[in-house]
């Protein structure tokens, strides 16, 4: 069984947007907080965007900070990263994550992660 399934990666050019989500099962969704990671070739996986279960909090990495947004729809399981003024430095396979705690900001906090969905930013 596949728990989280990322969707909406592609190839954009340098001050696009994209509109990343991921779909999870319940099991691996409800009352968790959900998070985005990403990862370049040869480097380690970075933290993005984190949201906790009732959406009121939500963190950023430096990096994104201003230009992505994470939301959720909890009736649907799923939740989302909207991308916009990407730069070529964006480009990463990207992950997302769920995790029973509420800090969410390293990799080893999280229980569930999908295969990953990934972002081209040319210049």
């Known amino acids: 069984q596949v728990q989280l399934v990322e969707a909406g990666g592609g190839l954009v050019q340098a001050g696009g947007s994209l509109r990343l989500s991921c779909a999870a099962s319940t099991r691996a969704f409800s009352g968790y907080t959900m998070g985005w990671f990403r990862q370049a070739p040869g480097k380690e996986r970075e933290f993005v965007a984190r949201i906790i279960w009732s959406g009121t909090m939500s963190y950023y990495a430096d990096s994104v900070k201003g230009r992505f947004t994470i939301s959720r729809d909890n009736a649907k399981n799923t939740v989302y990263l909207q991308m916009n003024s990407l730069k070529p430095e964006d480009t990463a396979l990207y992950y997302c994550?769920?995790?029973?705690?509420?800090?969410?900001?390293?990799?080893?906090?999280?229980?569930?992660w999908g295969q990953g969905t990934q972002v081209t930013v040319s210049s």
């Open positions: 994550a769920s995790t029973r705690g509420r800090i969410g900001v390293r990799s080893n906090e999280y229980e569930y």
